[in-house]
Every structure is written in structure tokens, then in C-alpha cells.
């Protein structure tokens, strides 16, 4: 008997109008993270961050990631708050212009693409993570599984993939309305007030369902 395997977002495929018809033969395997790379731990001493709460992004800066909301959320908020954006992309000018009409410069932290292997300490000296994507062009969202491992509440939006799959709205983090920085700030406030509980039901989240432990064991299976 054949079957077919999909490493993909289970919401994605089970919307499909060709899988709705080999439901029986089909099994989706979400995609993992690594849990020994990523972990909680204390912050890198060696990393200076101009503000003390400290909202993560990681990721190309594209149209549809929505870092234009997350820009918008800052002003929202207490001048204690800001926002580290790793990364860089076709939409990077227009994100520098955004900071600056918006007077956010020094609450804006930006420190280029930073390689794979270190990423895990900049997870480790923030707070809690943002993954605010408008359109269903963000599919699943890795680096929130990233975050979770490493102890950290997550924030994503409701766009009918999988970006809600591993986040459990109130335990985890908080699921949000794509497109709404005011949505996005009262979540990050929420985030902040619970990070150590939501870090926590994060890591524990990743350990049980989204390791590459239990990756390959599916996919065994």
C-alpha cells in the first residue's frame, strides 16, 4: 500500500482540495527544531541592546513578514520596549525609512543577518518573539520554534497555515489578528508580563511535539 508523507503545515494540507480526497493515506509531519542547539540560558554578556525589553524578530525582511505592523506597535508602548530585527531583504529601505519618520531609532535595534550558529544567544537576550506575517506567503515560521526552544513566549498571526499550530494562544504566546499593531501591542505587553510562565510552556511545547527527536520519529512512523 502506498502512502505520502508531507512535511509541511497540517492546516495547509488539510485545505487542499486534491488531499481532502486521500485523507486516509496521508500523514503530516510538522516540520521540527533543534532543542539541544536551542535552549534557555542566560543572556550573552557581549551583546548590547539599547533598551531593557527587548521584542525579537528574526527573518528576510519581506512585504509579507508585517514588520511594518511591528514598527507601528513601538509607539503604542512604553519607551522601555524595542525591537531587535535580525536579518535583512528587499523590504530593508523601507523598513529604515518607517523608523525614522516614526522618531524610533533607538528603539529599533538592527544587527544584519546574523550567521545560524549564533543565533541561539540573541534568542537568549531577548524577551519574547515576534513572528507578525500578513499574508499566507508565511506558511509555517520556523524561527518561532527557534524562540520556543530557547525559553521564549511567542507572538504570531492567524492566517489559516501553520502559524498557529504550535503556538497556544494564552499558553504559549499569543495568536493574533494579522495587520493590527494595536492587536500586537496589547499581546506584547501581555507577553512581557508572562514571559518567564509562557517561556516555559514554550520549551516544553517544543520538547514534547517539535523536536527533531519526534521529527524523525514521525517520519519513521
Request: contains cysteine.
Amino acid at each position: 500500500r502506498a502512502a505520502l508523507i508531507i512535511t509541511t503545515s497540517p492546516a495547509y494540507a488539510a485545505g487542499s482540495p486534491v488531499l481532502c480526497h486521500l485523507q486516509d493515506k496521508i500523514r503530516v509531519v510538522p516540520l521540527g527544531t533543534d532543542t539541544t542547539l536551542f535552549h534557555p540560558g542566560p543572556p550573552a554578556r557581549d551583546i548590547d541592546i539599547p533598551f531593557p525589553r527587548r521584542v525579537l524578530f528574526v527573518g528576510r525582511f519581506a512585504r509579507f513578514k508585517g514588520l511594518d505592523i511591528l514598527i507601528r506597535s513601538l509607539s503604542l508602548l512604553p519607551p522601555e520596549y524595542g525591537a531587535v530585527l535580525i536579518g535583512d531583504g528587499p523590504y530593508g529601505d523601507l523598513v529604515r525609512e518607517l523608523i525614522e519618520r516614526l522618531g524610533l531609532r533607538e528603539r529599533v535595534f538592527l544587527p544584519g543577518i546574523i550567521p545560524n550558529e549564533d543565533l541561539p544567544r540573541w534568542y537568549r537576550t531577548c524577551d519574547l518573539f515576534v513572528l507578525p506575517s500578513v499574508l499566507r506567503s508565511e506558511s509555517f515560521g520556523v524561527v518561532a520554534l527557534e524562540a520556543m526552544a530557547s525559553g521564549l513566549p511567542v507572538i504570531t498571526t492567524e492566517l489559516g497555515t501553520g502559524t498557529s499550530l504550535y503556538n497556544s494562544d494564552g499558553v504559549t504566546g499569543r495568536v493574533i489578528p494579522p495587520g493590527d499593531e494595536h492587536a500586537l501591542a496589547a499581546a506584547i505587553r501581555e507577553c512581557y508580563e508572562h514571559r518567564q510562565e509562557m517561556g516555559r510552556a514554550a520549551r516544553l511545547e517544543v520538547e514534547r511535539h517539535y523536536s527533531l527527536d519526534v521529527f524523525r520519529r514521525r517520519i519513521r512512523e
